[in-house]
């Protein structure tokens, strides 16, 4: 399993959103869809805010590998299930960084309802 490095993290942790593609099956990937998303020690994760059937969440969880772009990285990544994401600090996170836009929004990405739809983003070798 690869890992972000050191400066990735700094960068990353800078930013508000960060760009999400899956890929293809034949490879290629699709458009970039903005998203919000948490760092958390060494790891980054996204959720999906309407659900499993989001389709931007539904192909990387199909495809299980995109790329993703965030505070000037760009990345080919693997999607992996946030299962076993400590999510309440995640949700304690999210919650730090997002809550001056609303209760709405954030509560779209908070609690227990939204653990299912959790996905690692690891760096791909």
Do not use: C
Not at 1 to 25: C, G, K, N, Q, Y
Not at 78 to 91: M, Q, V
Not at 104 to 118: E, S, Y
Request: glycine share 10%.
């Amino acid at each position: 399993m690869s890992s972000w490095t050191a400066d990735e993290l700094r960068r990353i942790e800078r930013v508000d959103e960060l760009e999400v593609a899956s890929r293809r099956p034949d490879g290629t990937l699709r458009p970039f869809v903005t998203i919000w998303f948490v760092g958390h020690g060494d790891e980054v994760y996204i959720r999906s805010a309407h659900g499993p059937q989001n389709g931007w969440f539904r192909r990387a969880r199909e495809a299980g590998a995109g790329r993703v772009r965030i505070g000037g990285v760009q990345k080919d990544v693997t999607f992996e299930p946030g299962d076993d994401a400590p999510h309440d600090a995640l949700d304690a996170a999210l919650h730090a960084k997002y809550d001056r836009y609303g209760p709405a929004p954030v509560g779209a990405i908070v609690g227990p309802a939204v653990r299912d739809v959790t996905l690692r983003v690891v760096p791909s070798p």
